[in-house]
């Protein structure tokens, strides 16, 4: 009898765990329900490293002089410590990214929510995420994150397409960095970049989009970075 195929293993980069200054809670749960749907095994990951700041997610203000730590917060999302240190995760044991929004990764992983098209990447997660472009493995962005896709491809002189919905300043940001934004009328909408794998989803970019739609965005997102596997 032949052995059944091996599920794909999937990582899911996270910044945190609030959407003001970590991962988006609803995008990154969303994420691992439609991987787990698809059959597909995951290993959420993060650095290990301070968050840039500390958000009340009530007033909306940074609270002075909190500190709390990607890995740890993200932690919360992944359940019963099962969050891997970035420094630990290695491209080759994986078959594909996903990276769910917030503005933890804006923040955190990179410098994009300050600096714009001038904004820097967190060398490791750079190397990271350009590891699975570097290797041909689907990678899967959504939210804000197809930004920080954006600035790893402009590293190294790269190009690619990708969707932050419809917000006219994060497109002609993604055109100063030399990619090809496409424009999307919902959450639920993909776009796809066959010559990089890479599938986008804008999400909670769309602030008043129905959970419903995240989610079916989120999916389709999810369900295209399997089928390149």
Partial sequence: MANAPKSPCVAVLLSGCGYLDGAEIREAVLTLLALDQQGAAYQCIAPNAPQFHVVNHITGEPVPGAERNMLEESSRISRMGKCLDLAQARVQDFDALVMPGGYGV?????????????????????????????????????????????????GKQDSATMTLGNDAGVATAMTHLGQQHMNTPSAREIVIDEAHKLVTTAAYMFDDAPLADVFAGIERCVAEVLKRV
């Fill in 106 to 154: 804006a923040k955190n992983h990179c410098s994009f929510a300050f600096k714009g098209t001038a904004a820097e990447v967190r060398p490791d997660v750079a190397a990271f995420v350009g590891g699975f472009f570097a290797a041909n493995k689907p990678v899967g962005a959504i939210c804000i994150a197809p930004a920080l896709v954006a600035l790893a491809l402009h």
